[in-house]
């Protein structure tokens, strides 16, 4: 199975400004249909541990998840995500194995 997973942890006091900066990406990047994008996104809260959360994005392949991280709009939205969070973020790419799906 083809597909590529990259997971961010990271730290925020400030989670609805980084949830509204990633409905504004995830519009402007749906509304261009040019180039690489994320297949599907999602934003997790850590129920344990306040104030860490999870990105969670999947990719169709791993090349087209680093033709994303090329792009200049990928790189200006990492880097004002970044600015509100606590701290640097941790990355993880994982190549995707299997999905399933429960009903």
């Known amino acids: 199975m083809a597909g590529f997973v990259q997971i961010i942890e990271y ?15 995830s519009a402007k990047r749906g509304a261009d249909a040019e180039g690489a994008a994320p ?14 959360y999870f990105a969670i994005v999947e990719f169709n392949s791993y090349e087209e998840a680093m033709e994303n991280s090329q792009r200049a709009d990928t790189t200006e939205f990492s ?19 299997q999905t399933m799906e429960y009903s």
């Open 11 to 25: 730290r925020t006091s400030k989670p609805d400004e980084i949830e509204a900066l990633m409905t504004e990406f």
């Open 39 to 52: 297949a599907r996104g999602i934003l997790c809260a850590d129920r344990d541990e306040s104030g860490r």
């Open 79 to 97: 880097e004002r995500m970044m600015e509100l969070c606590d701290g640097p973020g941790k990355f993880y790419n994982l190549d995707l194995v």
